[in-house]
């Protein structure tokens, strides 16, 4: 099958199927994103590559696709889609919440021999399954492996990898990969074989792991390369005999001295305590197809569960293959089997739905977060409403029954008798419509008003232009706009009996604008302004009467929405974060985290580092003489949850890993942390 009828043409397929988040990774290739798969509810991570900057590596892409599309292995990322635009190459695949490799040996320091041994079996494990399936991967290092959720190894980035035509025996020529990883005669120029060039890189990455710094290593590239050359490294006095045993066959400067890896397998540092061989076939074969995630997907598409089944085994690498492999891993995982494409339309629309926050929702146990409304919108014009309609809402946790959709919602409302826009009949009840009715009511609307400004936490619509010059009460009331609902401008009321009969009035004022500032914040919350008031209120496509005031009413708002949102999130943000202990965190023994933040800041300057602060997290960048970054990386002061204590948290972006461990390394040291 040709390459290019496996990919989906258009950006249409990734912000339809996808919520894209924060960057999690920066390379030269582009960058990674955190996403969500909306139909599933899955995490996935999305390489982003623009054609234009990938230039003449646009090939090596394309194999590095063709390879993740074949490799089908436990311990490698798995490849869900891929999205091909005009400009643009989306890569989304499986997501490892673990990070990198190479941020675990920093936060150890280094890795005893048992954990290390661990890896090294999962390691080796994927090694000998990619190189029986004709590939080398040749860019081995610890940066290229991730840790997932159960704390396993995931190989990544086959970005430089090779299958010759002839197999695997055949020798390649072109010289790639992190030369600190770099096998001896890649360096001199001499043709190699794949797979023994991957085994040095693999026996400086054991190196690495057991000792945490690398056996050849220096800043100027001519000395390092002699090292590596000579084949001369340092023993550390911690490393047990059969340790150094093993990185001795592994980083043979001959390379026909150079243990295999099929030696690997059943090597006796290898298979201390566990007595077996490493187990390298794939346990995730594409030939199965798993009933369970091919019936509901069925249901879904409105399929037969021949058809639906025929159309997976055809492993495009479209939305069918990503949904059934996402699916499958729910189901390996012990979640339910379940698509929720028709919840996220409920919970979207829904009066409780807050723009660019998360919202939990599920069946049982299985939880499902959807982020801003802004994707959800792609789907409302291609809905099945009808469908919608009659399915059953799912539970909506922490919410009232007000979050749950309506369909009424999207029905044309009929005008009403003040003959201004219409609202839906749902978002207010008989006694706000009738705001100059009984007093009794009118409490009701007052009631009703405060606790839906306590759900929706929305300010007040400001007052209109014309009543700027009327001076504001200085009671804790707020002062009503110039004209009632109605349209004619209130009667000012005489005070009567020690002011007494004055209050009556100004509580009438005070209901109407509070009847007004009701439906505005449930017609007009941020979460729904952009279509819910076009869809429900404006169908009839006539001019309404109080469409003036209302229209207001609704850029007042949005203005002052607008204005406030920052101030929250800004409040939100007065204290560092709390977060679990994570290997990537650095304690320090302070409790106070603005005196470990200005510790930081005064370090930096020294160090050459530019930075842009926002809160207690600095995103720093390093350049060269010639004005290129060469490093991209984030500090960010937390506190512990359980410890209380302060704490750096550190992620590199970009740049060179060890150069990276050396420079952050530096700067907690000097800032006395």
């Not at 023994?196 to 690398?214: K, N, P, R």
């Not at 933040?597 to 600095?618: C, M, S, W």
């Not at 500090?635 to 410890?643: D, G, H, I, N, S």
Request: with cysteine.
């Amino acid at each position: 099958m040709p390459m290019e009828k496996t990919w989906v043409r258009g950006a249409d397929g990734l912000y339809k199927y996808y919520e894209v988040y924060d960057t999690i990774g920066s390379g030269g290739f582009g960058k990674v994103k955190l996403g969500r798969h909306l139909l599933t509810g899955e995490k996935v991570a999305i390489k982003i590559m623009s054609k234009k900057d990938l230039g003449a590596d646009l090939p090596r892409v394309k194999l590095e696709i063709e390879a993740m599309m074949n490799l089908c292995h436990q311990h490698i990322c798995r490849l869900y889609q891929v999205i091909e635009t005009s400009t643009q190459i989306f890569m989304i695949m499986e997501y490892c919440p673990g990070g990198e490799l190479f941020d675990y040996i920093i936060s150890k320091d280094r890795l005893s021999e048992e954990e290390t041994r661990v890896f090294f079996r999962q390691i080796v494990s994927a090694l000998a399954y990619v190189h029986s399936q004709g590939y080398a991967h040749r860019d081995l290092k610890p940066e290229n492996l991730l840790i997932d959720a159960d704390h396993n190894l995931k190989l990544i980035d086959f970005g430089l990898c090779a299958k010759p035509v002839g197999g695997l025996g055949c020798e390649l020529h072109t010289c790639c990969g992190s030369p600190v990883y770099a096998a001896p005669e890649l360096l001199q120029g001499k043709p190699y074989i794949g797979s023994e060039a991957d085994v040095w890189s693999l026996g400086v990455l054991l190196y690495a792991l057991l000792c945490g710094y690398l056996p050849f290593d220096d800043d100027n590239a001519m000395v390092l390369y002699k090292k590596i050359t000579a084949g001369r490294y340092d023993n550390p006095s911690w490393l047990s005999p059969g340790s150094v045993l093993l990185l001795n066959q592994m980083l043979q400067v001959d390379p026909k001295k150079r243990l295999t890896v099929p030696q690997m397998l059943d090597h006796p540092w290898v298979m201390k305590d566990y007595n077996t061989p490493v187990e390298w076939h794939t346990r995730q074969t594409l030939g199965h197809i798993d009933e369970d995630c091919i019936t509901e997907m069925a249901v879904n598409m409105k399929r037969s569960r021949e058809s639906t089944a025929a159309l997976v085994n055809e492993w495009r690498y479209d939305h069918t293959t990503a949904t059934y492999l996402l699916l499958l891993s729910k189901k390996q995982r012990g979640k339910p089997v379940r698509l929720y494409m028709r919840a996220v339309y409920r919970v979207a629309c829904s009066p409780g739905f807050q723009s660019q926050e998360a919202i939990h929702y599920a069946d049982d146990e299985d939880a499902v977060i959807v982020g801003s409304l802004d994707f959800c919108n792609e789907y409302i014009d291609d809905c099945p409403w009808d469908s919608v309609a009659h399915h059953t809402p799912p539970r909506v946790r922490g919410r009232t029954e007000k979050t749950t959709y309506d369909t009424k919602f999207l029905s044309p409302s009929v005008p009403s008798r003040n003959g201004h826009s219409p609202t839906p009949e749902k978002r207010h009840t008989p006694a706000q419509r009738k705001a100059n009715d009984k007093t009794s009511e009118d409490k009701e609307n007052i009631a009703r008003q405060e606790k839906d400004v306590e759900i929706f936490a929305l300010p007040l619509p400001l007052t209109p232009v014309s009543n700027k010059k009327q001076p504001r009460s200085t009671k804790n009331v707020l002062t009503p706009p110039n004209k009632n609902v109605n349209g004619h401008k209130p009667k000012a009321a005489t005070p009567k009996d020690g002011g007494t009969a004055s209050k009556e009035p100004h509580k009438k004022k005070t209901a109407e604008l509070k009847e007004i500032c009701d439906i505005e914040i449930m017609a007009l919350s941020p979460e729904r302004r952009s279509r819910s008031l076009d869809m429900a209120g404006t169908d009839s496509g006539k001019k309404k009467r109080g469409g003036k005031v209302f229209g207001s009413l609704e850029r007042g708002l949005d203005k002052m929405i607008t204005m406030l949102t920052p101030n929250k999130k800004r409040a939100l943000r007065d204290g560092p974060r709390k977060i679990k202990a994570q290997y990537n965190v650095t304690l320090t023994n302070q409790t106070n985290p603005v005196q470990v933040l200005n510790q930081i800041l005064a370090i930096l300057p020294e160090r050459h580092v530019d930075f842009k602060q926002k809160g207690y997290t600095l995103k720093c960048r390093t350049w060269d003489d010639f004005g290129k970054v060469t490093m991209v990386f984030e500090l960010e002061v937390c506190m512990l949850q359980r410890l209380e204590v302060v704490g750096v948290r550190r992620q590199r972006v970009k740049g060179d890993a060890w150069v990276y461990k050396k420079l952050v390394e530096s700067i907690l040291t000097s800032s006395a942390i």
